[in-house]
């Protein structure tokens, strides 16, 4: 069996098995896109809180274990990533992950929102398991000092200047915070 890490990325992995996978996700963020503009950024935080958690094999997916954490507060749009696997499962039946499913949504986020079209390699493989516990401890939490978000980032060998750029993320989006236990969301 092929665990979540050694899976074998390729530009053109799908190019047999499911040739149109981009475009069936690019139309199915833009739908939802359609009724909420918002929807961009909660698919490319979705991307980061995956990827953080046991390297970006869809665990976040996996029953109410990594979203019980407080650390996944106001992830949104899970949903939307269950909605195209069932498309894709009648389009290319087995083939497609949803690691790769939450990376192509976050991709086309990007593209949609006004950024690069960035091109991206495929074939993540789905995990199994998932862990609260995991998650609490690898998603950073909103205090971080700047010393421990840059240790994050240099730790997976991005250098100073690709951590600021990752931290550009936070352009697209807003917050949350919970105010006598309703959850109000801050502009978009
Ligand atoms: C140390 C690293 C990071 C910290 C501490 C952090 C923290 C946060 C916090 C506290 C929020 C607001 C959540 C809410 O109240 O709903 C947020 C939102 C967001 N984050 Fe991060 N973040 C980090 C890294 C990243 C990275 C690497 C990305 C993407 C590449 C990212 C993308 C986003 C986006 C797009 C939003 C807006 C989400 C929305 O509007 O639903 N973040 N982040």
């Given at each position: 069996?092929?665990?979540a890490?050694?899976a074998?990325?390729a530009?053109d992995y799908y190019?047999i098995?499911?040739?149109?996978?981009?475009n069936t996700?690019?139309?199915?963020v833009l739908?939802?896109v359609?009724?909420?503009p918002?929807?961009?950024?909660?698919?490319?935080?979705?991307l980061?809180?995956?990827c953080?958690?046991?390297?970006?094999?869809?665990?976040?997916l996996l029953?109410?274990s990594?979203?019980?954490?407080g650390?996944n507060f106001?992830?949104r749009?899970l949903?939307?990533?269950?909605h195209?696997?069932y498309?894709?499962e009648a389009e290319c039946p087995?083939?497609?992950?949803?690691a790769d499913?939450?990376a192509?949504?976050?991709?086309?986020?990007v593209?949609?929102?006004?950024?690069p079209?960035?091109?991206i390699?495929?074939g993540?493989?789905d995990?199994t398991?998932?862990?609260?516990?995991?998650?609490?401890l690898?998603?950073?939490?909103p205090?971080?000092?700047?010393?421990?978000l840059?240790d994050i980032f240099?730790?997976k060998?991005l250098?100073?200047e690709e951590?600021v750029?990752?931290?550009?993320?936070?352009?697209l989006?807003?917050g949350?915070y919970?105010?006598?236990?309703?959850?109000?969301?801050l502009?978009?």
């Open positions: 069996m092929v665990g890490c050694e074998q990325l530009y190019k098995s499911c040739p149109h996978v981009e996700v690019r139309n199915a739908g939802v359609f009724t909420d918002t929807a961009p950024a909660a698919f490319l935080r979705l980061f809180h995956d953080q958690v046991q390297g970006c094999d869809a665990s976040i029953g109410n990594e979203m019980a954490s650390m106001g992830i749009k949903q939307t990533i269950h195209i696997k498309k894709l087995g083939q497609v992950s949803c499913i939450i192509l949504a976050a991709k086309v986020s593209a949609l929102s006004g950024g079209n960035i091109q390699p495929l993540r493989k995990s398991i998932s862990s609260l516990q995991a998650a609490d690898n998603i950073p939490p205090n971080i000092t700047v010393d421990a840059l240099t730790s060998g250098n100073l951590s750029a990752i931290m550009g993320a936070h352009t989006g807003g949350h919970k105010h006598c236990g309703q959850v109000i969301r502009a978009a």
